[in-house]
Structure formats: C-alpha cells, structure tokens
C-alpha cells in the first residue's frame, strides 16, 4: 500500500484553493443578548451596525460609528448552528474528504461563543450542535467503516505546554515536524479511532472533563488556554490524475489503492482579551505573555497568508507550530471571529474586528466619524 501525504500531492493543484487564492475565510459571528447586555445596553446600545445582506458591519460606540468592514459573511444574532457550519466549516471539512488538510478557528473575547460556536454537543436538541460534531458526522457519513479510517487527537495548549484531553496524565507533548513531508505530528498524544457519532460525542465530552479538571489544577480558566481537535483522514481512492502515467503504472495502482491522507484542526482560541500586564504579576502575568506569544504569533501567520506571502512564519509558537500544515499550501482556513453585542463590548469588539479585517487583508485603521 502506497500513502500519498497531502505535501507529496502539491503538484496536483486543488481547485477550490485555486478559486479564492488560498486566502483565508473570514466570518463574524454576533452573539445573542443575555441579562447582562440587556441592561448595559439601556444605557449604551450596540458595539456594532451590522448589514449582513452587504456582509458589512460599522463598529459603533455611542454617537461615533466607523467606516464600513466587509467580511466573507457576517452571522447575526439569529443565525443557526448549522448556518455558520454551511457557510464556514463545510466547505474545509470537503477540502479534508478530498485530501488537503484543513482548519476551522474561532477567535474572541471570553464570552463572545467561541466555544458554543465549535464545541457544543447539542445532546438534549441535536440543531444546538456546533461545528465540532457537525463536521464529525459529515466525515463519518463520507467514509466507509469497512476501509476508511477516522481518528482523533483533543489536546488543550496552555503556556506553551501540550496536554492530553483524552488522557490527561500526558502532559508536555511535545511537536514532531518531519523534515522531508514538512508533516506535523505528536507522537506522544492519544489518537482514538471513532466508531460512530455517539463515540465521538462522549470523548469530546471526556475531554471537556478533562480540561475543566486540569485547569482547576494549573489554577486557571479553560478561556486562557487553547482547545485543539486534530481529526485524522485516511481514505482509500482510485488515483484521480491519470493524464500522466503510464498503463503499466495504471494496472500497478488499479490493484493497489492509493490511501489518501489528510488532516482538520478546530481551534477553540484562548480569549483574545488584553490581559492588563500592569495589574498582573506572578503566574498571572506568565500566563498572559504566553497568551499573547501565541496569539500575536497567529495573527502574524494569517497577515502573510493573507498577503500571499511565500514564508509563513509559524516557528515562533507552538500554536501555529502545530498548524503548520493545515495552513496556507493547499490547505483551506476559515476564521469565525466572535463579538458580544453590547457598547460594553466595544474596546475588545473593535481590536477583534481589526484582527479580522487583517485576516481579510483590507488593512484599514479605524477612524470613528461622527454621524
Ligand atoms: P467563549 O467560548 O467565547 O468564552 P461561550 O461559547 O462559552 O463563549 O459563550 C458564552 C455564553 O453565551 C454561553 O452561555 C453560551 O451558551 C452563550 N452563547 C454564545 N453564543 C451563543 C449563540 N449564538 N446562541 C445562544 N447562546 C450563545
């Protein structure tokens, strides 16, 4: 059996990456209102306009609202579960079924639905379910049992130390990139094969215990860290570019199937919060440098993604180490920017929309007009 490792197919172009140039998708997504923002809001109204039809939004804050920023679509408050999977995860999810690797991330302030965005398992009410298990049944249900394989990784990055979700006394993981393929593996981290769906829900369910269970042993809260789901793809195929090789070769891997492999990182982000390091001292204050390392480092892969740039400088963290293949190459991204409704929100909405209009590569400054 021949494997082909998605860096090895780079000369077979992939279509969909082609058509938008390879560019990151970037989404925003509104959270609903809750007690809090309802009362805030009696007295500050919104931290946005948003006219989704034009896939536009105004940052606003009391009588000052900015210019416009387009996105590639813009979810309001009434947008569902399995909308923003469609619109922004299906399509990696494909991209991953055909053999490139993939990443889904969401970006955020703590409490702007991150988490309820990827992670929700939705067991009592199935459409609540996020993109998580949305794209584990799509990849379920695209592969056969008998001969295609689908495994899981679900590790939390904190401090710059790798942990195991699915088996927690694995702490400090350390990253393996080969040299030749450029692959990224972890070869000291659980990977579980899934049976079925109900499999996959109850170790994501595992592994949020997990998590929950050691941050109140490191101290610390779940939005300081990085929750990463590696799913693993391994297909068997019929080779699909024939035009170049010979009938000998052709008979060759007619017998033998080619076992296509490939790879989808959903990344729930630490909350992109500015940690006030003035107030901060001790463990506090490391933890929020390593906070910024990663998400400083990311925002600097995704401005040269972006701006087509040949080097992606992904060495500088072990967040974009570990996403080194699922990024730019052939690989598809999407970015879910995440925002609370409300005027109080408005400082980190602001920064967060920012980091989103980077990733969109309209680099614009924001200059509030009065109205
Ligand atoms: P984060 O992961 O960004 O810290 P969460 O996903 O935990 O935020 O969301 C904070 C709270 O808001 C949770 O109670 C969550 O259920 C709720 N929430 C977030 N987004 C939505 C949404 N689109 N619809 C309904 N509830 C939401």
């Known amino acids: 059996r021949r494997s082909v490792t998605p860096t090895s197919r780079i000369p077979y172009s992939n279509p969909e990456f082609q058509q938008d140039g390879g560019r990151v998708r970037v989404a925003v997504r509104v959270r609903p209102r809750n007690a809090e923002d309802l009362i805030s809001d009696s007295d500050y109204g919104d931290s946005v306009e948003v006219q989704p039809e034009l896939k536009r939004l105004k940052l606003r804050k009391n009588n000052w609202m900015s210019e416009s920023y387009r996105f590639d679509e813009i979810f309001t408050e009434t947008a569902s579960q399995n909308r923003v999977y469609q619109v922004v995860a299906k399509p990696v999810v494909e991209s991953v079924l055909n053999g490139y690797n993939g990443t889904v991330m969401a970006y955020g302030q703590t409490g702007t639905g991150k988490t309820y965005t990827l992670g929700r398992l939705g067991y009592d009410d199935a459409s609540e379910r996020g993109i998580m ?203 879910i920017i995440t925002i609370g409704p409300s005027a109080r929100h408005y400082a980190e909405t602001s920064s967060t929309i920012m980091f989103g209009q980077r990733a969109m590569k309209i680099v614009n400054t924001v200059k509030l007009k009065e109205e």
């Open 133 to 335: 298990v949305r794209a584990l049944e799509d990849i379920i249900s695209s592969t056969a049992p008998a001969c295609d394989i689908v495994e899981v990784s679900y590790l939390q990055l904190y401090m710059e130390s790798i942990q195991d979700l699915l088996a927690p006394e694995k702490t400090n993981i350390l990253i393996h990139e080969d040299s030749k393929t450029g692959e990224v593996s972890l070869p000291g981290a659980s990977v579980v094969r899934i049976k079925d769906l109900d499999h996959f829900l109850q170790l994501l369910q595992i592994g949020e215990a997990n998590r929950h269970a050691a941050n109140t042993n490191l101290n610390t809260e779940s939005s300081r860290s990085h929750a990463i789901l590696m799913v693993f793809v391994r297909r068997s195929v019929q080779e699909k570019s024939t035009d170049e090789i010979t009938s000998q070769e052709k008979a060759f891997r007619n017998v033998l199937p080619i076992i296509q492999r490939s790879k989808l990182l959903i990344v729930d982000l630490a909350g992109s919060e500015r940690v006030d390091k003035s107030g901060s001292e001790g463990h506090l204050l490391e933890e929020a440098k390593f906070i910024n390392l990663s998400l400083t480092s990311l925002g600097k892969c995704i401005n040269a993604l972006a701006e087509n740039s040949p080097h992606i400088p992904t060495r500088d963290s072990k967040l974009t180490r570990l996403l080194r293949d699922s990024f730019g190459g052939t690989a598809r991204t999407s970015l």
